[in-house]
């Protein structure tokens, strides 16, 4: 399953116009699932529930967003910036988190076995 191309199309403005949109439709499911965010500057972005399974954010910068309950399974997060994120209760089994840095992120619940971590900077 593609990811929604308005979806996309919506993150391609950045993390401002996502989030108002977001509290504007709050019962929209959102699965962005295989999606391509390389090298995006998501600050602050709310990502909360999110499905992105298997989605490739390699080097997007997600500082201070709000992962909470978003599933990466699998996803590439290799040289994420994670710093300050809201990960509680997010799930990143089988992810990709080479050299990603976590300083200061909340991993409270987060769930991530058997994922990639090697380099991985500020770990809890």
Same mark, same amino acid.
């Given at each position: 399953?593609? /990811? ?12 401002? /116009? ?7 439709? /709050? #019962?929209?499911?959102?699965?962005? #699932?295989?999606?391509?965010? #390389? ?86």
């Amino acid at each position: 399953m593609s /990811p929604s191309s308005e979806l996309l199309a919506r993150l391609k403005y950045g993390a401002t /116009p996502w989030n108002v949109w977001r509290r504007e439709h /709050p #019962d929209v499911a959102l699965v962005l #699932d295989g999606a391509v965010l #390389d090298g995006m500057i998501l600050i602050g972005v709310d990502f909360s529930g999110v499905s992105l399974r298997g989605a490739s954010l390699h080097a997007v910068n997600l500082m201070n967003a709000d992962l909470r309950g978003a599933d990466f399974t699998g996803a590439n997060l290799v040289e994420a910036d994670l710093i300050c994120a809201n990960l509680d209760g997010a799930i990143l089994e089988g992810a990709q988190l080479r050299e990603a840095d976590f300083l200061g992120a909340n991993l409270k619940n987060a769930r991530y076995s058997a994922s990639d971590l090697t380099g991985a900077l500020h770990l809890p």
